[in-house]
T-cell receptor, first 115, second 110 residues
Framework: GAVVSQHPSWVICKSGTSVKIECRSL??????MFWYRQFPKKSLMLMAT?????????EQGVEKDKFLINHASLTLSTLTVTSAHPEDSSFYIC???????????FGEGSWLTVV | ELKVEQNPLFLSMQEGKNYTIYCNYS?????LYWYRQDPGKSLESLFV?????AVKQEGRLMASLDTKARLSTLHITAAVHDLSATYFC??????????FGGGTRLMVKP
């Protein structure tokens, strides 16, 4: 079964509203999680690295105030898209690193559509 | 800065044929991953290659790693329609994160 759970898998929201996506590690503690964005027929683009108990590290060009990341526990990271616009519509995927197993697991992904 | 390049970007092949997808990367790494992605889905882990000369096989797919050449290959043997998907390689870099190749979209025709 899945070791990283992402929720919701699909969400539609109105422009100007905020939407939160959760990423949970189910069988292990993840001090580090990653958030990716994927456009149709493109590769994954790393948005930010989420560190438990500290601020996220954002990649160049990613707006910190727009994509709020919180990693409040060892099993949960959240991505909040604030004041969403249609151009934020995309497939968002999280991953979590299991330091003990030296493995990286991916969530099921979340489709966001902003109308 | 680590760069990862995959070739080809798109591949259409007939069932029963063989083909190889290439993954080149620009800086030293000790870990390389191959993933499969079906349309609308997340990534499915296929292989993790951890050392020079590593070879792993699962069904009709075989992956290898040459760390000296900074090259990994994913070989498809006697392709079947079920293998149609997009395949990504990803290299684990010094920053403890993955850098992805651009992906190879594979279409296997009956």
């Amino acid at each position: 079964g899945a070791v990283v759970s992402q929720h919701p898998s699909w969400v539609i929201c109105k422009s100007g509203t905020s939407v939160k996506i959760e990423c949970r590690s189910l069988d292990f503690q993840a001090t580090t999680m990653f958030w990716y964005r994927q456009f149709p027929k493109k590769s994954l683009m790393l948005m930010a690295t989420s560190n438990e108990g500290s601020k996220a590290t954002y990649e160049q060009g990613v707006e910190k105030d727009k994509f709020l990341i919180n990693h409040a526990s060892l099993t949960l990271s959240t991505l909040t898209v604030t004041s969403a616009h249609p151009e934020d519509s995309s497939f968002y995927i999280c991953s979590a690193r299991d330091s003990v197993a030296k493995a990286i697991y991916f969530g099921e992904g979340s489709w966001l559509t902003v109308v | 800065e680590l760069k990862v390049e995959q070739n080809p970007l798109f591949l259409s092949m007939q069932e029963g044929k063989n083909y190889t997808i290439y993954c080149n990367y620009s800086t030293t790494s000790d870990r390389l991953y191959w993933y499969r992605q079906d349309p609308g889905k997340s990534l499915e882990s296929l292989f993790v290659l951890l050392s020079n000369g590593a070879v792993k096989q699962e069904g009709r797919l075989m992956a290898s790693l040459d760390t000296k050449a900074r090259l990994s290959t994913l070989h498809i043997t006697a392709a079947v329609h079920d293998l149609s998907a997009t395949y990504f390689c990803a290299v684990y870099n010094a920053g403890n994160m993955l850098t992805f190749g651009g992906g190879t979209r594979l279409m296997v025709k009956p």
